[in-house]
């Protein structure tokens, strides 16, 4: 069974996610509110997709979306509030293979996931 970990910031936000992605697709849900958790869990239970809130950090301050990119293949899609060129074009350049901006759009969601369950 294919499995998607959630790291976002509000327990909301999860529940939505969690939610839109129950609604489209059979698979597992990891959910975790902070970067030490996500870690720990990519490495438990190396996910098919992550999905994590630009800005979460692990540790000393160090972004988590860079980390799993640059220590993990898994294909991460980042979560953000924030709707400005520059700044996605930095979580770009973290390496992310989309994003989707607030408020969640369900349809993006599926797409970006199916897209990366098609391909697998």
């Given at each position: ?9 509000n ?39 992550i ?45 992310i ?19 990366l369950?098609?391909?697998?």
């Open positions: 069974m294919k499995k998607i970990l959630i790291a976002v910031k327990k909301n936000d999860q529940t939505l996610l969690t939610h839109y992605i129950k609604k489209y697709f059979v698979c597992e849900t990891l959910t975790v509110t902070n970067g030490e958790d996500a870690l720990r869990l990519a490495i438990d239970y190396n996910p098919d997709v999905i994590a809130e630009a800005g979460l950090k692990v540790y000393d301050e160090l972004n988590l979306i860079e980390y799993l990119n640059t220590s993990f293949s898994t294909p991460v899609i980042a979560i953000t509030g924030v709707n400005d060129n520059k700044f996605v074009n930095k979580l770009f350049s973290l390496g293979i989309s994003y989707i901006a607030k408020p969640i759009n369900s349809y993006k969601l599926y797409e970006n996931i199916e897209s369950f098609t391909a697998a």
